[in-house]
C-alpha cells in the first residue's frame, strides 16, 4: 500500500510540473526572477531544485499584489497544482475546500510530502477563519492522530514553552505524540507563561471538540485497529469490544471506567463479568489471587450463594475482600475444589500512598525543627474493626498475632523512608484503651451519647452506615438487584440493631464555627469547601458502637461489654493518646495539623472536630488533606496488579530518591501520578547530575587539591563579573522564598526553587571556567569562583534537609559543614573569611542509576 501510494505521488509530480511549466514560464520569468533557471529540464528534475519558482507562484495567484497578477491560464493552473498536491496525498475533503487558500500561502512547502495536517496545526493562529472553522479544526486534529502525530500539541503552547520543552523534553522525538504529556509531568517547574499556555491549550481541547485526549492516547492502537481511525466516536465503538481478546487491559480498564463514569451498570453485565473471569484454566501461583480465581471460575461455580458473592467482588474491589468470612463460608467447597494452591494474600502491606503522607509531615516535622519549634510528631497504625478481624480469620490467625505483623511491616517501611516520628502509636496498646475509655465517658456523662435502635445501610467496607439517599440498586448477572454505596460502590446491608449513638445533630452550628475560624483550617480549598458543603446539610446521629456478637475485635464499651466501640472513634482518638504521654514539657494540644489522605476527610472533618467539641476539647488547628497516587495514569489496585511498594522503589533508587520524588511531583490539591522511568529520571537529573555535578566539580582534587572549603565574601563575586553579581542575587533571595513554600506546605514549589539555584551555580561555574583560570595562573579569580561554588552548594544542602536528609547530610559532611552550623539560620548566604576542610566522604553524593 504504501510503495503504490509513494509511485502515485511521483508520476503526479512530474505530471504536474509539465504543465506548469508551459502556463506559467513567462509568468515566472516576470514575476519570480529569484529563480531564473527555472527551465524545463530543470523543472522535469523536480521542484526540490527551484524551491522559490513555486511558492512564488502560489503567492502571485492567491494573494496578488494590486498592481500585478498572473495570467488567468497560469492562475488557474496553479491552483489545480495546489489542489493535485493535496489530493496526491490524500487530503481529506473536509480540510483541503475551506483550507486551500492556506495551503498555498502558508504550507506550500509542504504540500506533496504528507506534511500538510502538521504544517496547519502547526499555524493554527495564522489560519484563515474559513480554515479555523469547527468541522475542519476536529478533522485536523482526528487526522493528526491517524498520522502519529502530537495531536494535542498546537503553536499556541510550542511557542510559549519552546524554552521548557527543550529543557525537559528535549529526548522526545517529533511526532510521537508525547511532547505536550512531557510539559504536563513537568508542570510544577514551567514557566508561568508556558503553565498559563497548556491549561488553556487543554480548555480549548474539550471546549472545541469534547475529545477526552487522555482516552485517545492511551486507546490509540485499538481506535485504529478496530474503530477505523474513528476518534470522536471512540467509546462508543471499543464498548463493542470488550470481549475482544486483542483490546488491550490498559485500554479495556479506561473502557470501564468511563463507563461507570456515565453512571452504567457494567459490572453488572454478565459479558462484562465473563472478560473478567478471564481464561478457562488460570495459573493460582501468585499470592492474594483467591478472588481472581473464583471470578474466572464464576460459570463454573457450583454454590448459588459463593456465586452471588463473587458477583458481589466483581462489582466492588474491596481491601482484603478475600478474607470476608462471608465469602470464605459462601464459597468453601469451591475454593477447595479451584483455588486449593492460592495461597491467602496480604492485603495490607504498606505501599507509596502510606509513605506519601508520612513522608508530607516528616518533611514539615524537619522544617520545623531547623527554624526552631519543638515538634511532636506522631504516626502508627489503627488496628482494630471487622476488616482486621476479617484479614485476621483469613490468615489463620489470632488478630492480635496479625497486628503484631502488620504493624511491624509499616513501621519498618517508615524506618526505611528516614521518618523521624516521636511516637509511634497503636490503638492495640494499653495506654490508647485507657485513654478511649475516658474520652467514652466523658462523652456520655456530657450528654451526648444515649443507647437506642439503629437501622441503616451498612458498608462492611467502608466500616461505615449510608445514608438511604446516598445508595442505589445494581441487578447482579443472575438477575437479584444488590444495593451499593454511591459514594464507594461498594455493598451495603440492612442492620437493625440496638447501638450506642452520638448525638452529632446537636453540633453543627459549632462545626460550622470551627471551620470559619480560619481559611487554613482545612487545605487546600478544594477539601475545604466540600467540608463545607457537607456541614450545609443536616446531620444524623452516628451510631458509635457495634455489638460484639458481630464485632469482637476492638475495644469494649464501657460497663457494657455486649458493644464495642466504633472503630473510627476508637481510631481517632490515637491523637489523644500521643498528646497525653508526650514527653514534651509545653502543653502540645490541641494538634497543629493532622495529615491526611482525601479518602478519609469525612472522619477528620466531620467526626473528629465534632467528639473534640462534644467532650469539651479544642478541635485540630488544621488539617493538610492530599491527594491519591496514580499509577501510569491508573488508579493503584490490587485488582490490576499495580500496588507499588515503597521497598521496591528504595531498591531502585534509594529512599533519598523515593522521598525526592514523591515531594518533588506530590501536588497536595490533585491526585500524583507515579512512575518508575520518571522516578529514575528526576532522581538522575536532580540527584545525581544537578546537585551532584554541582559539589564534584567544588570538590574535585583536580581543582581542589588542598581539599578545603574557602572563606566568602562580597569580593568573591565580585571578582567573578556579572555572572558572580547574578549568582549572588539568586542565592540572596532564594531562601525566604523556600521557607514561605515549605511553611504553605508547597514542598514541591520550595525545591523548585532550590534547583533553580542549583542551575544557576552549575551555569556560573561553566561560564567562569575555573580550569581555564587554573591554567592560565589567574588563582585569585579561581579561589573567588571555588569559594562561591561552594557557598551555593552549602545553602542548597541546607534547604534540602526537610526533603533528603540523608543526602544532605552527606552533602554536609563532604563540605565540612559542623553539626551546629546546620539549622535555618545558616539556610542563607554567610560571609566568612575561614577556611574549612572538606570531609574524607567520597564526592558522589548520588550514583546515578543505570537502567531507567
Known sequence: MLQTASRRALFLASWINSQLYAQCKSDAAQFCNAAPNWTEEANAIGPQRNPLVLPCLYRYAYHPPADSSLKPECADEVRRVMRQRANSVDLIPEVEEPCIEDLASICFEKTGRGEEMQCLQDNLERLSPVCKQQPCRQQLRNQLLQQHED???????????????????????????????????HRKQLDDVCHAAIFQAEKEEMDDSGVDFQF??????????????????????????????????????LVLERMAEQNLDIRFNANLIQIHCGPEEPKNTRQGQVEECLKRKFDALSSVECRRHVALLITAVQIDIQADPMLHRACAIDLVTFCKDVPPGDGRKPHIGHIYTAVIADSSARFNRLIGNPVTFSTGTDEHGLKIQQAALCANNEPGQFCDHVSGLFRTAL??????????????????KENVHAFWETLSEKGYIYKGKYEGWYCTADEAFVAEDQTTLMKLPNGQEQRVSMESNRPVEWFSEENYLFKLSKLREELRRWLKSGPAVIRPLRHYNLVKSWLDQELIDLSVSRPNSRLSWGIPVPGDSSQTIYVWLDALLNYMTVAKHSQSEMNIWPPSVHVIGKDILKFHGIYWPAFLLAAGFEPPKSLLVHGHWLVDEQKMSKTTGNVVSPQSCINLVTATGLRYFLMHEGVPASDGNFSTKRMVRIANSDLADGIGNLVSRCCGKSLNPLQMRLGVSPSSFESCGSPGSDLLSLLERTPDIVHNEYQQWNFYKGIDQVMALVRGA??????????????????????ATMAVTMETARVVGTLLQPIVPSYSERLLDKLGVPQEDRNWDFARLRWNT???????????????????
Open 415 to 432: 524506618k526505611n523512608c528516614e521518618i523521624s516520628y516521636t511516637d509511634y502509636i497503636r490503638t492495640t496498646e494499653s495506654r490508647h
Open 151 to 185: 495531536v494535542q500539541f498546537n503553536p499556541n503552547v510550542r511557542k510559549p514553552c519552546a524554552s521548557d520543552e527543550k529543557r525537559f523534553c528535549a529526548q522526545i522525538k517529533p511526532g510521537q505524540g508525547r511532547v505536550l504529556e512531557c510539559l504536563k509531568a
Open 834 to 852: 575561614t577556611e574549612t576542610a572538606l570531609g574524607s566522604q567520597p564526592a558522589v553524593l548520588f550514583p546515578r542509576i543505570k537502567s531507567e
Open 216 to 253: 485517545i492516547q492511551q486507546c490509540k492502537d485499538p481506535i485504529r485497529r478496530l474503530c477505523q481511525n474513528d476518534a470522536s466516536n471512540a467509546l462508543e465503538c471499543l464498548k463493542g469490544y470488550l470481549d475482544d481478546s486483542t483490546l488491550e487491559a490498559h485500554c479495556k480498564e
Open 762 to 783: 552549575n551555569g556560573f561555574f561553566q561560564t567562569m571556567e575555573p580550569w581555564k583560570l587554573k591554567k592560565e595562573g589567574e588563582l585569585d579569580k579561581l579561589n
